[in-house]
């Protein structure tokens, strides 16, 4: 059914479609021909640009931004701060048929976008994968394998070029592994391939 303009604690613009049996957080916007499908949980001051698809029970954490164009099907769970950009496009079956279809959440394959992670412009993430907390996904990649924590990955298939800290700054280690965020104020290590942050 579509919502009014207003609603509770959030905003629904006139023209969007929120089904019933949806858990919508305090703050959060849901803009044009947006649709959420029944099961949804979507939390706290989370922002859903225009043609934003959501799923049949999926979750959404809290101050997630999703804008045009995207598409969050059953069986992906993006996380706290979890950043999608446009037109990025999210998979739920491995080996999609239209003459032998897959319906139905035993067929889905579970995609976990980690806290405050980025996916760049028109990336696509391939179901079964794991992206960790604060990974960045440059525009056009195509995702096919997990991503660790902190790291920067572009291209087809996608590749990890170096590493990114909590503020979205490109790390570069000294000569000891480590390496700070200027914006945040964290320090980082790198160790054994992967980078962490220091207490």
């Known amino acids: 059914m579509s919502e009014p303009s207003t ?4 905003f629904v613009h006139e023209s ?4 019933d049996n949806v858990e919508i957080g305090e703050g959060t916007k849901i803009w044009h021909f947006s649709h959420v499908q029944s099961g949804a ?14 799923g049949n029970n999926v979750v959404i954490g809290n101050f997630v931004k999703i804008q045009n164009n995207v598409s969050v099907y059953e069986g992906v769970i993006l996380e706290d701060y979890v950043f999608c950009g446009p037109s ?3 998979t739920n079956v491995n080996n999609p048929r239209s003459k032998y279809p897959q319906v139905g959440s035993q067929f889905y394959i579970k995609t976990l976008v980690k806290e405050g992670a980025s996916l760049g412009a028109n ?7 794991t992206i960790g907390r604060f990974a960045f996904i440059g525009a056009g990649t195509v995702v096919t394998k997990d991503v660790p924590d902190f ?3 572009v291209g087809n298939p996608g ?6 800290s909590e503020g979205g700054q490109r790390l570069v280690f000294d000569s000891n592994g480590i390496a700070a965020c200027s914006k945040s104020g964290k320090r980082y290590k790198l160790e054994q391939g992967t980078a962490r942050e220091l207490a």
């Open 41 to 54: 949980r979507i939390g706290r001051k989370c922002v859903l640009g225009q043609n934003v698809n959501v």
């Open 123 to 129: 990336c696509t993430i391939i179901c079964g994968h």
């Open 88 to 90: 990025m496009v999210f």
């Open 16 to 19: 969007a479609y929120v089904d």
């Open 7 to 10: 609603h509770k604690s959030y």
């Open 151 to 153: 790291a920067l990955v």
């Open 159 to 164: 590749r990890i070029i170096g590493w990114m």
